[in-house]
């Protein structure tokens, strides 16, 4: 990502959001993932950019980020790690967490360089994080009622509720 583009996703000024671009388990636009990269590892820049953008942009950030964990497995199937299956929301977790590690990470589960058995290493800190380099988010939120929603995934939910008084999970289902 430009340097410039970094900059103006951090402070807000990056409008480049095309809330109709194709989406599903093989596409995620890739605004999607230049807004993480740039605003990443400071949850509250991405509190501040999701703050800044409209209830569409808002939903589309929601859809993408569940359209791009989908992509990596069934989470009612579980993922076997060290021998045991995990439960549906311990494999959605994963899911979420890779996600939010960016568009490195996820695409090497996606295209097969990774199995998902060995990110969980990496997610339960077994393992070292990759691609090298990629920083671990701070989970810190400038508003406070954004506090319990401390992850890349999470953060739009509370910024939803906190502006529009409505659950964005409720929201999206109805879509």
Same mark, same amino acid.
């Given at each position: ?7 103006? *996703? ?36 991405? @509190?501040?950019?999701? @703050? ?10 929601? %859809? ?7 992509? %990596? ?14 439960? @549906? ?19 090497? *589960? *996606? ?65």
């Amino acid at each position: 990502m430009s340097r410039e583009l970094h900059r103006a *996703v951090r402070s807000g000024e990056y409008r480049g959001v095309d809330t109709g671009a194709e989406m599903g388990p093989d596409h995620v636009s890739d605004w999607f993932w230049e807004v993480l990269e740039a605003t990443r590892p400071r949850l509250s820049a991405l @509190e501040l950019w999701l @703050e800044s953008h409209s209830r569409e942009v808002l939903e589309a950030f929601a %859809l993408a980020y569940e359209s791009a964990a989908e992509s %990596l497995a069934d989470f009612s199937e579980g993922v076997s790690v060290d021998g045991d299956v995990w439960s @549906e929301d311990s494999t959605e977790d994963l899911c979420m967490w890779v996600v939010g590690q960016g568009y490195g990470l996820w695409s090497s *589960v *996606v295209v097969g360089e990774l199995r998902l058995e060995e990110v969980a290493q990496m997610y339960l800190g077994r393992a070292p994080l990759l691609p090298e380099g990629v920083a671990p988010w701070d989970g810190d939120v400038s508003d406070p009622e954004h506090r319990g929603y401390q992850s890349p995934g999470a953060i739009v939910h509370g910024v939803y509720w906190t502006r529009f008084a409505e659950e964005l999970h409720e929201r999206l289902e109805g879509m």
